[in-house]
């Protein structure tokens, strides 16, 4: 049996694609209540908002890959219910997609891959109506 890594906790993702962490209160609240409450050997909070139509700088959208000794037993649905418990003051206000993966550190160590996000199939920010609403200009 091969020994689990020591905890990786990524660094995130700025949806400005600057220096992770840099002004993002959304993003450090969730890392903060994931890691208190789960004790996770892996975690990464992902900002998605940039591919979405909304403003620059936006935290709406995020993807959280977590793997937890705290999912062991657990079906993928009760995972996904603690985990939108330990999170739903901020589902109930500035978040408004969250993305899950969350594996035991037995399924991590046998299957680190991270899911990538689908694209936005509402309000994409290329389309000209909403880059008006959010004060851009479409892309090509």
Same mark, same amino acid.
């Given at each position: 049996?091969?020994?689990?890594?020591?905890?990786?906790?990524?660094?995130?993702?700025?949806?400005?694609?600057?220096?992770?962490?840099?002004?993002? =209160? &959304?993003? @450090?609240?969730?890392?903060?209540?994931?890691?208190?409450?789960?004790?996770?050997?892996?975690?990464? #909070? !992902?900002?998605?908002?940039?591919?979405?139509?909304?403003?620059?700088?936006?935290?709406?959208?995020?993807?959280?890959?977590?793997?937890?000794?705290?999912?062991?037993?657990?079906?993928?649905?009760?995972?996904?219910?603690?985990?939108?418990?330990?999170?739903?003051?901020?589902?109930?206000? =500035? &978040?408004? @997609?969250?993305?899950?993966?969350?594996?035991?550190?037995?399924?991590?160590?046998?299957?680190?891959? #991270? !899911?990538?996000?689908?694209?936005?199939?509402?309000?994409?920010?290329?389309?000209?109506?909403?880059?008006?609403?959010?004060?851009?200009?479409?892309?090509?």
């Amino acid at each position: 049996v091969r020994a689990l890594r020591r905890p990786i906790f990524s660094a995130g993702y700025s949806a400005l694609g600057g220096s992770p962490m840099e002004n993002t =209160p &959304v993003e @450090a609240s969730i890392r903060a209540k994931l890691k208190q409450a789960l004790e996770p050997v892996h975690l990464e #909070i !992902i900002n998605d908002s940039h591919m979405h139509a909304v403003p620059r700088g936006s935290e709406t959208h995020f993807r959280v890959v977590v793997a937890s000794r705290r999912f062991e037993g657990l079906s993928l649905i009760h995972r996904h219910r603690l985990v939108n418990d330990i999170l739903q003051e901020e589902l109930a206000g =500035p &978040v408004h @997609a969250l993305s899950i993966q969350a594996k035991t550190p037995q399924q991590w160590e046998k299957n680190p891959k #991270i !899911i990538q996000s689908p694209e936005c199939l509402g309000g994409s920010k290329h389309d000209p109506q909403m880059a008006g609403k959010i004060g851009g200009t479409p892309q090509a």
